[in-house]
């Protein structure tokens, strides 16, 4: 099922108190699909979520503070962020990186992540696969 298919913006202000993705405006394509309805019964998901996102090149670039990126996505779709398989797709040349989130510090009522990006494995890409393809043609 998909939670969420179209362009995510921010505006590098925050309104609700949480700190926004970035201090400065940006928007990427994303979506947000749900694979709980496509498995088999009695099989289960580590990440039942992927997330599957590419810059617009309109304003901010998340890859340096990504944590927020993510943790702003979490928030909105009421997901957790350790059950989202976090995708990077490079449509020019057909690449996707994968970010593991990794908790660290509690700095106050923050916590803070390290991020790491791999490629993505062969088993990854065929789940993500079928998903690529969108009613906008965002990922086609």
């Known amino acids: 099922m998909i939670l969420f298919d179209g362009i995510y913006s921010w505006s590098g202000k925050t309104s609700s108190g949480e700190r926004p993705v970035s201090w400065w405006p940006g928007s990427y394509r994303v979506k947000i699909v ?18 599957l996102f590419a810059d617009t090149g309109k304003g901010f670039n998340v890859r340096n503070h990504f944590q927020y990126f993510a943790q702003s996505l979490c928030r909105e779709f009421g997901l957790s962020l350790n059950k989202v398989l976090w995708v990077e797709y490079f449509p020019q040349g057909r690449a996707m990186d994968v970010a593991i989130l990794k908790e660290g510090a509690l700095v106050g009522k923050e916590r803070l992540y390290t991020v790491q990006w791999r490629p993505v494995h062969a088993d990854e890409a065929e789940l993500i696969g079928p998903h690529k393809g969108t009613t906008n043609g965002l990922f086609a």
């Open 34 to 51: 749900d694979l709980s309805d496509t498995t088999p019964q009695g099989v289960f998901h580590m990440k039942p979520y992927i997330c």
